[in-house]
């Protein structure tokens, strides 16, 4: 147990500092390319802090794991919302004030609810995985259209401009674009085979460790990137961070992991999982929306949050 143990937090650490090479490059490459810092921030930046989500995915998968695949997208849904921001909102309360989020929000209330219905049959197959992977087509287009919309004076493209490196020479940011893929290649590999082997170490099944250790730590990077954002003032980042990361979750992990390797599921993921995923993103669109013009999520808000999340754990746990 101990080996599986310390392969998984090895996992985690190469996934986390992978992520951050990766998207330290993909983002250069892009500004590099002429690329606006609020394109490359509503579109690569939300793929890349995904990056460990997606490639422990591919790994699972590969490994005839889909469940934890799922579970892990799923369980990272929630975790983003319960865990990163409640945590950066008990830390530092923050303000919404991006029309651009504004804008968002309703997306990410579709596609979870797309997400949902892909499981309604309890059967995620090649066909549920291609549909959310053109609807993510679907969607990155639309994040297009957002950002051509916005101003430069949106908050949220401030925040991104001052964020995305722009000294940042091609030959290195591309260097660096292959190290953090290389890293989450290796970090995925090593996470899922340590994961597999706790699972069945503990008897419990690969679908809750992917709803919690796998998840917690996969989320990691996005609650590094929040808390710093939260700190610095760019409120709107530490939200948009996390809007984009779901988004991906949502479609790209669940979508590759379907056509990579089909499963069926048990009722459970229906009745009591995606519930939950579903509460979180709709508590997240409440107090993000606007509705009144500026909206702010305080420590009471967070501790709610965080509140949620630990009790549905406890409840997973407990069963």
Known sequence: MLTYSVATLAGFVLLMWGADRFVVGAASTARNMGLSPLLIGLTLVGMATSGPEIFVSVAASLRGDP????????????????????????????????????????????????????????????????????????VLYWLVVIGSRSGESDPIALDYASEIPGDVPMRKAIVWLVVGLLTLLAGANLLVWGAQNLAVTFGVSELVIGLTVVAIGTSLPELAVSLVSAFKGEHDMAIGNIIGSNLFNSLAVVGVAGIIHPAVFDRELLTMHLPVMIGMTLALFLMTYNFGGNSRIGRIEGAMLVGAFISYHVWILTR
């Open 67 to 138: 469940a934890l695949a799922a579970g892990n997208a799923i369980g990272s849904n929630i975790a983003n919302i319960g865990l990163v921001l409640g945590m950066t909102a008990l830390v530092m309360p923050i303000s919404v004030r991006s029309v651009t989020l504004r804008r968002e929000m309703p997306t990410l209330l579709a596609v979870t609810l797309i997400l949902t219905m892909t499981f309604i049959n309890l059967r995620l197959g090649r066909v549920e995985g291609t549909l959310l992977l053109i609807t993510l087509v679907l």
